[in-house]
């Protein structure tokens, strides 16, 4: 059990990311000096992770370490990873679906047919009483003929890039919320349930833009690719703020749907989140991960409710008729 020269060094190592994924994590406090490190954290526990695996087949002590941080963030650990529930839902409620379906495939991103019927099958199948799409294109939309209802709004005049909110509850008070310079934008309506008064929101953040060309491997490259990340995180904090000047004259219990392009450890997600629930952590399973970042797998899709509700289920389905994966929430009231 006694460590070389070289297992000291690795714990070393081991012993500073798990005290910096706790910080970044906000197990001990509110952390968001550099944005881009909180971007960071699941990747950090993922190295944490490993660490964790090479020391229980080493046979080595250090392994303790890992699940001595886990029992002391385990709040926040269940931002990033959920044990699967196996109870059975037996009750009925208002089930929510939030969906960013890329255009529907209009650019051909994916090497399939039928891309937008294909959908509209997968939402009719689940049957959800409300549904938020992002990345919303009036021109390759299906019909979606079981939802009487819909507000839809393109972020920019006659573009194609928009939002929709389909219902099978009759909306009304619909609003755009115009993000200032940006291609990026949000949508509320309210509803009527059970003889109250609930308002959906659609939001949809500023997006981070990451592909595969990125790299922090040399300073040139690595200072500007986290500028540019400081600068879309700053770009979500502004219309985040436009959505609280609404939010604050709201005076109803709320749902939100939205692609935060951010995960859960980040200052957007606090912001919008609020005194909310996140309807994952409340009964998700595993990573809940919605999008593959440089193909790392990241929750950036969410449902935060009013705390009026209960939520009953949550669902991370696997479909891949987009870069994002849908996610659904059945809830009741309290």
Known sequence: MRLNFVFKILMLINLVLLI???ILMGTFWEFYRYPFL???APVIAFVNMV????WVIKFKWPFI??????LIGFKEWGKLYKFPNNAIPVSNGIKVMSFNVRLFNSYQWIDAKEVPKSIENFIQKESPDLVCLQEYSKEFSPKFKNYPYRYVKSSKKNGQNGLCILSKYKLFNTRYI???KSNNSAIYADFFYKMD???????????????LKDTLFTQKHSQKFVERIQSVIQKQQLQIGQFEEIDQKNKYPTIICTDLNNNAFSQPYNRLKNNRQDT???SGDGLGATY????FPFRIDFIFTDSKFNVINFTTHDLKLSDHKPISALMEWK
């Open 51 to 54: 660490f964790f695996v090479f």
């Open 178 to 180: 115009d993000f200032e």
């Open 65 to 70: 370490l890992f699940i001595f941080s886990v």
């Open 197 to 211: 008064t609930v308002r959906v929101y659609n939001v949809h953040l500023e997006s981070l833009s990451i592909n």
């Open 20 to 22: 910096f994924q706790l």
């Open 38 to 40: 909180n971007l960071m």
């Open 292 to 295: 593959k970042l440089a193909y």
């Open 280 to 282: 994952f952590t409340l």
